[in-house]
């Protein structure tokens, strides 16, 4: 069985190849028992592996060796919050960041929107990285949705495993992708409320039955 720490980097790995991050942009985390393991600090993904991967109390004090992601405030605190969070991902995916670059939220032109858990996807306010006031904007922009833009810097999408919440990210870009492109063309009609809530209620039963 692959372990948590093997999970981040081959999750890592993943995002780089897809474009979804560059360089050391982004981060990743999965919960563990009393605590978090997250990838590192200003580590390369072809230099990343397993025994670099850092893990958390939730005091945010290592229990491994290495420096943890500067934003590790983010994903201790989503996990604090939200107990149905077991992993999360945090990038600067192109259309992402080009939208929260705008300042704007990412509102209901698809119905896919709702895979995130709302209506539409918030934009949170700006702060600077690494700082428990980005980590407060986050929190206060996701609300109990699943995905986030972050103003100027990029997006972050959580699941209840790492699966899961990279599966979101992509999907967050795509949407991020397709709507930019159709303001480019002209002004997309949005869903109604009722509809976005008829799609909720679908996506909640989305999937295929447990064994």
Sequence with gaps: MTSPAQALVDATLALDAKGLNAGTSGNLSVRADDGLWVTPSAVPPG????DRIVRLDMTGAAQTPGVPTSEWRIHRDIYASCPEAGAIVHTHSPHATALAALREDLPSFHYQ??????RLIACSAYAPYGTQALSDAVLAALGPRRACLMANHGMLAWGPDLVSAMALAIEVEVLCRQYLIARSAGTPVLLTDEQMDIALASFSRYGQPEA
């Design 113 to 118: 929107v709702a895979k995130a858990g709302g």
């Design 47 to 50: 230099d990343l592996a397993a």
